[in-house]
DNA sequence: AATTGATTCCATCATTTGATGGATAACCAA
DNA sequence: TTGGTTATCCATCAAATGATGGAATCAATT
């Protein structure tokens, strides 16, 4: 039996799919206390009753959108450590900041989500803290912070969540960070990924180049 | 007349004093919505009409407890210039990144608040920002991004913007990264001091002598 | 057309929440 | 003591919120 989730995702148009996304959208705006299945509902253009129909209580329908967010990023980790393969580490990491930058730009109440997900102290443990530990390992391997999957030390996974979170800062706080730079769209994009870039590029080219 | 915050400051066990300390801690680990007048005045061991007689409504609290948390950050930034007046650039990203770790890790509800308030979409735009912008081109021209406080490019104001966003979140997510990187409280810090300095000494010392 | 199951909306409930009025108590100056 | 100001609590309200029952509607199958 296909849970809730699943059937969302096999028919996009559904009702549970576009109740799905506005969750999603406005969790992302406002975080889980700052929203109101009303607000949900209004936004999709329905009866609250009809959102409990498919999605029961509040609580479990974000929980569906932090999964639902998860394996979205899972995937797309999957997808850079696919491009990265085989290549040297300083374009390892430009590659990894290009496209992890254009994913969350282009989808930023996804950063915003990870960020509230992260941060919360009533954190709704959900399977975003799963994926966390289990890519930082592959990603220090590709990094070239470590050469072991099973024995990442703390230093390098510590250093893969600092570059992990500076893209998501840059991406979640858009609001608050272009208006200061005063920067169009494209600007911003393009002044965060060099600065990443600035930032990343020497600590780590200088720590690959210590081990060879 | 002196206002509600200079009133609790002169008296730090005062009863304003006492609730806007509650509300800081509760608003910095559930965030606005999440907190209810009600929690912040069981916190005091008050009734919540004793609260509203000190503070008003609950938005006028929270934004005494963002201009407050505003001054203590614009403080703790004097006392870095102060501090790294004339030393060497590695010596002055240093003390920096020290001094604001163990503020932050000391006081991590300010680091809390301080996401809470960078991040949200219906942001209560507070002193915060000005301070923001404000101290953005001193740590730029401190930090040897630029020469003139007048003219700081976006690229370098983005470059303290990366960092002074890395030390908030280690702080802020210690919660959830500490448990992933299994260590205890004091080698966390730790960790996070050496990772920062890692990355981003690098970066930064590359310009300096670029510059030279 | 009729049956059945899935879907949607209307009306409504119980709780929670922000906020206030009024009574009471504490403090303090004259 | 007295008078007045300040501070605290109790009771309560109106609005918002999460949630549900039941009627009505739609769609597919026979």
């Avoid at 129909?53 to 696919?82: C, F, M, N, P, R």
């Avoid at 491009?83 to 109440?109: Q, S, T």
Wanted: a negative charge.
């Amino acid at each position: 039996m296909p849970t809730a989730l699943e059937k969302a995702r096999q028919a996009p148009d559904s009702m549970k799919a576009r109740i799905l996304s506005a969750a999603r959208k406005l969790f992302g705006e406002y975080g889980y206390h700052g929203v109101t299945t009303r607000m949900i509902a209004q936004e999709v253009g329905i009866d609250i009753s009809t959102l409990h129909y498919h999605w029961g209580e509040k609580q479990d329908l974000y929980e569906a959108v932090l999964t639902d967010l998860s394996d979205e990023i899972h995937a797309k980790l999957i997808e850079i450590e696919g491009l990265v393969h085989g290549k040297p580490l300083e374009v390892r990491l430009e590659v990894a900041i290009d496209v992890m930058c254009d994913h969350l730009f282009g989808n930023p109440d996804s950063a915003h989500l990870m960020l509230f997900s992260h941060f919360s102290k009533n954190r709704i443990t959900s399977e975003l803290d799963a994926h966390i530990s289990r890519h930082l390992a592959n990603i220090a391997v590709a990094m070239g912070l470590a050469s072991d999957k099973a024995h990442v030390p703390p230093q390098a996974n510590a250093r893969v969540l600092a570059v992990w979170n500076s893209v998501i800062n840059f991406a979640a706080g858009e609001d608050l960070f272009r208006p200061i730079l005063d920067l169009d769209r494209p600007a911003y994009l393009s002044v965060v990924k060099e600065t990443l870039k600035f930032i990343l590029l020497p600590a780590f080219t200088r720590q690959a180049s210590r081990e060879k």
